[in-house]
Every structure is written in structure tokens, then in C-alpha cells.
Nanobody, 123 residues
Framework: QVQLVESGGGLVQAGGSLRLSCAAS????????MGWFRQPPGKEREFVAV????????YYADSVKGRFTISRDNAKNTVYLQMNNLKPEDTAVYYC????????????????WGQGTQVTVSS
């Protein structure tokens, strides 16, 4: 059974940093594109960032570009999201997801999802 488990969320003040991790039980982790999405309170889930299979290519939503960095360690079956200069509008449940198509920004493009981790940014 495929499992994606996020960790690293929490409460942080505006301007602070957090690093999210997502450990995947996928046997062929390196064959999957990995993405991060978030769902703010009362809103739909939205794309944050995606990384290709090797880790050489990344793509970000405009709202996080320059502040967030996605990376992966294929030896550890783990993808990360380093979040710097956090803003109150970054408050959301953050989800990692595994898919097959690099550049995909729609939730329907991803096959597997984690349960999410809460990030709260206070002003």
C-alpha cells in the first residue's frame, strides 16, 4: 500500500521558516514527479511546487516563488519543502502528492496523496 506521510508543520511567526518533509513508501519513488499543494481555510486545494524525477527541474506557484524551495532525496524516498519568509496567507494544510507528469499543477494529475500537515503563520 502506497503511503505518503508529511511532517514538519506547526505554528510560526510571520517572517519565520519551516521545513516540511514527505516520506513515501513508493517502491519506485524515483519514477514519480512529486508535488506540494496547500488548502487554506475555506478554500480549494492549490498548487505550490513540483519537482521532476531526478530533482533537476522545479516549478513554483507565483505566490511562493523566491520564498519556497522544493527538493528531493531519492535515496531516502523523501521530498522536502523549505519555506522561508512565511506570511499569514501561507496558513494552510500542506499536502504532498505523487504523479507521473512534470509540470502538473492540477490535483487530478496526481495519483497518491498524503494526509496533510498544518502550517499556521501568525502576524
Amino acid at each position: 500500500q502506497v503511503q505518503l506521510v508529511e511532517s514538519g508543520g506547526g505554528l510560526v511567526q510571520a517572517g519565520g521558516s519551516l521545513r516540511l518533509s514527505c516520506a513515501a513508501s513508493l517502491r519506485t519513488f524515483r519514477a514519480y514527479v512529486m508535488g506540494w499543494f496547500r488548502q487554506p481555510p475555506g478554500k480549494e486545494r492549490e498548487f505550490v511546487a513540483v519537482i521532476n524525477m531526478s530533482g533537476a527541474l522545479t516549478y513554483y506557484a507565483d505566490s511562493v516563488k523566491g520564498r519556497f524551495t522544493i527538493s528531493r532525496d531519492n535515496a531516502k524516498n523523501t521530498v522536502y519543502l523549505q519555506m522561508n519568509n512565511l506570511k499569514p496567507e501561507d496558513t494552510a494544510v500542506y499536502y504532498c502528492a505523487a504523479g507521473r507528469r512534470y509540470g502538473a499543477t492540477m490535483t487530478a494529475d496526481y495519483d497518491y496523496w498524503g494526509q496533510g500537515t498544518q502550517v499556521t503563520v501568525s502576524s
